[in-house]
């Protein structure tokens, strides 16, 4: 164990700190030595990277029960007059 | 002037569900999602003088329909002050020199992730694991990635220190992760 040994817990929080441009000098050292050596953390990053790109696309295709809208309706309605 | 941009009497009608489509995998409650579409509509119906028509009808509601959305996070953060737990599920996924366990360590997806995703199943599975996270890394999850707030705003509006948003936002990840690899790759 040296100093610029990190655990795998410990390299995948900085990789979720990477993301926010936070990273200190010693810590893009300690995690760029980690991911070079390790498979499993440079996974964890193209996967979590991954997820977070989709997550914001996110599409459902609700519809609305009728009888809700006509709520909203006449609460609008309410509120016009 | 306004009347002539607008169309409430065509708002439910136009946008209902829409909005709903839009708040409903945000706050993961279907009666919720459906109040703050109605409070979408009459807080524009009260702000109505104030639209001038730089954007479109539609954005102009979408864009009050996120205020709600982080309101209703923010609101809801107040109600769960709890410290930052100093255990958390994530952690049981390293062994006790924090390396990966066997049954918790990444896997190959198999997946191009420079391709586009055009998956009903990886929406249903993400949808029911991030219900599974605690409410707090919900909200901050939500607000970072589907929302866009920058960190500073979340905190913020959360009312948490950056560390701890730091914390909560890889527990997230780490859940979300492990979640879709058991239950979407392994379909």
Same mark, same amino acid.
């Given at each position: ?81 | ?7 409430? $009497? ?13 708040? &409903?995998?945000? %706050? ?7 109040? &703050? ?8 119906? +009260?702000?109505?003088? @104030?639209?001038? @028509? ?11 329909? /996120?205020? +709600? ?5 923010? !609101? !809801? ?27 918790? !360590?990444?896997?190959?997806? @198999?997946? $191009?992730?420079?391709?586009?995703? $055009? ?5 249903? %599975?993400?949808?029911?694991?991030? /219900? ?11 607000? +970072? ?10 905190? +913020? ?22 979640? &879709? ?5 392994? &379909?």
């Amino acid at each position: 164990m040296n100093f610029f040994n990190i655990s795998c817990k410990k390299a995948t929080y900085l990789v979720s700190k990477k993301e926010e441009g936070k990273l200190s000098w010693l810590e893009k050292i300690q995690l760029r030595g980690h991911l070079t050596i390790c498979s499993l953390c440079r996974k964890f990053e193209m996967q979590t990277g991954w997820i977070g790109k989709h997550a914001g696309h996110v599409h459902v295709e609700a519809v609305l029960p009728e009888e809700s809208k006509e709520r909203m309706s006449s609460a609008l309605k309410e509120v016009g007059e | 002037m306004s009347q002539v941009l607008l169309n409430p $009497d065509k708002w439910v009608d136009l946008y209902a569900d829409a909005l709903y489509s839009y708040t &409903l995998p945000r %706050v993961n409650d279907a009666a919720l999602a459906e109040d &703050l579409v109605q409070e979408t509509f009459l807080s524009a119906w +009260k702000a109505r003088e @104030g639209f001038k @028509g730089d954007a479109s009808e539609k954005s102009w509601l979408f864009t009050i329909c /996120k205020n +709600k959305i982080i309101d209703h996070y923010r !609101k !809801k953060a107040k109600d769960i002050v709890q410290p930052l737990a100093e255990k958390d599920h994530s952690d049981n996924y390293f062994d006790e020199v924090e390396h990966w366990t066997q049954e918790d !360590k990444p896997a190959d997806w @198999g997946i $191009d992730y420079n391709s586009a995703l $055009d998956n009903k199943d990886f929406y249903r %599975v993400f949808e029911a694991c991030k /219900k599974k996270l605690q409410q707090i890394q919900q909200s901050v999850f939500v607000m +970072k990635y589907m929302e866009d707030l920058d960190s500073a705003e979340i905190c +913020k509006a959360l009312d948490i220190t950056a560390s701890n948003y730091w914390v909560l936002i890889h527990r997230a990840k780490l859940q979300l992760r492990g979640c &879709l690899e058991k239950n979407w790759i392994n &379909l």
